[in-house]
């Protein structure tokens, strides 16, 4: 059996990640989205919110899962006896950090292989980031997230500029 892990923070989820996540899971057969829990990192979304988002958008994916997890990536991997990592590339700028990310993830784990998937086209320029920021400020989301996403996204109320 084919298991890939795709690794992220997806806060929140966007119509990218879940190009990438549909891809993926045709490519492998397993798929496990990995949910970073990074105490370090501030998230407007909490891991179980996330994983929450997550399931529900991909549950007419039955060969996908989704688990949070902590510490080192490869690590997680290994543990789920994956034999890739998935990674998505929006723009040549994300290429450099993630080529370094493989290139590290290689040294510690030369038996997994990491897959690059490009983003295509129409998802490109959404990120997480300028989801938030847009979702904040009131800005209508709706074409960039999956309606659940948008939904929670909606709930929150926006910031004071």
Not at 79 to 108: C, I, P
Request: hydrophobic share 45%; glycine share 6%; net charge negative.
């Amino acid at each position: 059996m084919r298991i890939a892990v795709y690794p992220g923070s997806f806060d929140p989820p966007t119509h990218g990640h879940m190009d990438l996540i549909r891809r993926a899971a045709r490519l492998f057969d397993r798929l496990i989205i990995a949910v970073g829990r990074n105490p370090g990192k501030d998230t407007l979304f909490e891991a179980g919110d996330r994983v929450e988002m997550l399931r529900e958008i991909t549950e007419d994916l039955a060969n996908v899962e989704v688990e949070v997890f902590d510490g080192l990536l490869m690590d997680f991997a290994k543990g789920k006896g994956a034999s890739a990592v998935v990674r998505g590339l929006r723009a040549v700028s994300d290429f450099d950090s993630e080529f370094q990310m493989a290139l590290m993830n290689r040294t510690l784990a030369p038996e997994i292989e990491t897959v690059f998937l490009m983003a295509s086209a129409e998802h490109m320029f959404v990120s997480s980031s300028i989801v938030k920021e847009v979702a904040e400020l009131g800005g209508d989301i709706r074409e960039l997230v999956p309606e659940p996403v948008a939904r929670r996204l909606a709930a929150r109320p926006p910031t004071e500029v």
